[in-house]
């Protein structure tokens, strides 16, 4: 009976789609709500530490390693190393106001 397989309609391919979309942007969003748990906790240990809340190094050694990771993972790199920024700029800010 596998013959009878009901082809699906635009409509209901679309939502299919939608709905594969809805689950990645879920587990985006626990993946780097996670990751924000502990950047907080390495900015209480930098502000217990007193070490700086930015560290350029490991920043820019983050972005080339970010971009090798999205070429080989057909991502554009450019817009990696936007979004890994974005990230950067909010980690950053959370160091800071754990110093005060």
């Given at each position: 009976?596998?013959?009878?397989?009901?082809?699906?309609?635009?409509?209901?391919?679309?939502?299919?789609?939608?709905?594969?979309?809805?689950n990645m942007d879920a587990a985006l969003i626990h993946v780097i709500a996670e990751r924000f748990r502990i950047t907080k906790q390495v900015g209480r240990f930098k502000?217990?530490?007193?070490?700086?809340?930015?560290?350029k190094d490991r920043e820019k050694n983050q972005i080339i390693r970010l971009r090798n990771l999205a070429a080989n993972a057909d991502l554009d790199p450019d817009f990696a190393e936007k979004l890994l920024n974005f990230i950067i700029q909010e980690v950053i800010r959370h160091h800071e106001q754990a110093r005060s």
């Open positions: 009976m596998t013959g009878n397989v009901k082809p699906e309609t635009p409509s209901e391919k679309l939502a299919r789609y939608r709905l594969s979309i809805d502000a217990e530490n007193e070490l700086p809340p930015a560290d």
